[in-house]
């Protein structure tokens, strides 16, 4: 059974830092790319990086290009997402991905002063 749990979530001002974690159990996490999605209130699903197996690869979506990193760490199943000088518009649920469908429970970042 796949399980994808986030953590890491919470409140911080803007400008300030996150780091997001995701551990996966129940496929061979280094055989797959990982994504990480958000969805803010009233709008669609939208990717915001992903990593290949190996963690050779990376891909961004232009609006966090610069701030947000992410990584992985095969031997203990976990992705990450760096989120550095956040902004208010960064203010989503934060989805874990894997390929074919399979998707973490959330984890909200809300960016406030």
């Known amino acids: 059974q796949v399980q994808l749990v986030e953590s890491g979530g919470g409140l911080v001002q803007p400008g300030g830092s996150l780091t997001l974690s995701c551990v996966a159990s129940?496929?061979?996490?280094?055989?797959?790319?990982m994504r990480w999605y958000r969805q803010a209130p009233g709008k669609e699903r939208e990717l915001v990086a992903d990593?290949?197996?190996?963690?050779?690869?990376?891909n961004y979506a232009n609006s966090v290009k610069g701030r947000f990193t992410i990584s992985r760490n095969n031997a203990k199943r976990t992705v990450f997402l760096q989120m550095n000088s956040l902004k208010p518009e960064d203010t989503a649920v934060y989805y874990c991905?894997?390929?074919?469908?399979?998707w973490g429970q959330g984890t909200q970042v809300t960016v406030s002063s």
């Open positions: 990593i290949s197996g190996d963690g050779r690869s990376t």
């Open positions: 129940g496929f061979t996490f280094s055989s797959y790319t």
């Open positions: 991905n894997r390929p074919r469908g399979w």
